[in-house]
T-cell receptor, first 113, second 114 residues
Framework: DAKTTQPNSMESNEEEPVHLPCNHS???????IHWYRQLPSQGPEYVIH???SNVNNRMASLAIAEDRKSSTLILHRATLRDAAVYYC??????????????FGTGTLLAVQP | ETGVTQSPTHLIKTRGQQVTLRCSSQ?????VSWYQQALGQGPQFIFQ???????GRGNFPPRFSGLQFPNYSSELNVNALELDDSALYLC?????????????FGSGTRLTVV
């Protein structure tokens, strides 16, 4: 199974940008890079995903290295509501059409007012 | 549109008992996956159902089983409960098995086995 490596925790100040790194050196050519976040007492929430090109949506931006062995989730202006565990996940093909998400332990983001 | 709803939210069972957890998929989603999340860990994939059939399974014993119904709602059944089964059980639905547009997770069922 392709794995990801993330820092255990990070801190940010409110209204400042946050760059959350992820290493995935064993990524295969067909693996998509997904990011989810989990707020306290809730299930994971989809944030963004990409394959090769950088991606933007209303929640965040995803920057993918040219060799695809690392990626960075960018929150442009952190708010207190962004405090959560952020998971970088490779969406793996498993036995036909099934795609399971392989979660690591994620990065716990603390946002200071 | 409604999201994924799970019931019950909390449950306490005794070792050796059986438990059934329920999940209603997001409207329009025909695929459901179940995950187990131990305290302080990321969720682990149990299995996925698509069109009422199991469509992939993680490293969980056969006492973990599931069902998907024609309305795409789902159940997770665990027999012969063990203390290590204590965890948050998450249900996730997606438009297709590939989940290319992302999975929508419920808030989970917190199961405690004593």
């Amino acid at each position: 199974d392709a794995k990801t490596t993330q820092p255990n925790s990070m801190e940010s100040n409110e209204e400042e940008p946050v760059h959350l790194p992820c290493n995935h050196s064993t990524i295969s050519g067909t693996d998509y890079i997904h990011w989810y976040r989990q707020l306290p007492s809730q299930g994971p929430e989809y944030v963004i995903h990409g394959l090769t090109s950088n991606v933007n949506n209303r929640m965040a931006s995803l920057a993918i290295a040219e060799d695809r062995k690392s990626s960075t989730l960018i929150l442009h202006r952190a708010t207190l509501r962004d405090a959560a565990v952020y998971y970088c996940i490779l969406r793996e093909l498993y036995g036909g059409a099934t795609n399971k998400l392989i979660f690591g332990t994620g990065t716990l983001l603390a946002v200071q007012p | 549109e409604t999201g994924v709803t799970q019931s019950p939210t909390h449950l306490i069972k005794t070792r050796g008992q059986q438990v059934t957890l329920r999940c209603s998929s997001q409207s329009g989603h025909n695929t459901v996956s179940w995950y187990q999340q131990a305290l302080g860990q990321g969720p682990q994939f149990i299995f996925q159902y698509y069109r009422e059939e199991e469509n992939g399974r993680g490293n969980f014993p056969p006492r973990f089983s599931g069902l998907q119904f024609p309305n795409y709602s789902s159940e997770l059944n665990v027999n012969a409960l063990e203390l290590d089964d204590s965890a948050l059980y998450l249900c996730a639905s997606s438009l297709l098995p590939g989940g290319r547009r992302g999975y929508t997770f419920g808030s989970g069922t917190r199961l405690t086995v004593v």
